[in-house]
């Protein structure tokens, strides 16, 4: 089992990640960072980054009545970089989300992905 501290180590070795951070989806805090960008304010960050997830499920929810919606991960590429969140349920003090921003030229989408899940299938065990 990782821990908090463990698991942004093991992100942050993902190839072409820039900075990571694990944020609680109910409160939109951040719970641990990893690589921020001086001039980030990973709390702001953090609870934008939640907003967004809640946001999309509330537009597959809309887009698909009746249906029970759950988000594994969610990409965003922008001119700058690729920007992966992965949801999980953890026995922690609630849902947690690994965020990942990734480099545009020096990363592998399929290979983040994959380690992502890894990661956070050693973190909920």
Do not use: W
């Amino acid at each position: 089992m990782l821990g908090l501290d463990d698991c942004l180590t093991e992100v942050m070795a993902i190839p072409g990640a820039l900075d990571a951070m694990l944020v609680d989806h109910t409160s939109g805090m951040a719970v641990a960072t990893d690589g921020t960008p001086r001039g980030v304010d990973a709390e702001s960050s953090a609870a934008a980054l939640t907003e967004a997830l809640r946001a999309t499920v509330d537009g597959l929810s809309r887009s698909s009545p009746g249906e029970t919606v759950r988000i594994d991960d969610m990409l965003v590429t922008t001119d700058k970089g690729h920007h992966l969140l992965r949801l999980l349920d953890t026995h922690f003090d609630g849902p947690l989300v690994i965020y990942v921003r990734l480099d545009l030229e020096r990363s592998n989408l399929a290979l983040a992905r994959y380690r992502l899940q890894a990661i956070s299938g050693q973190l909920m065990t």
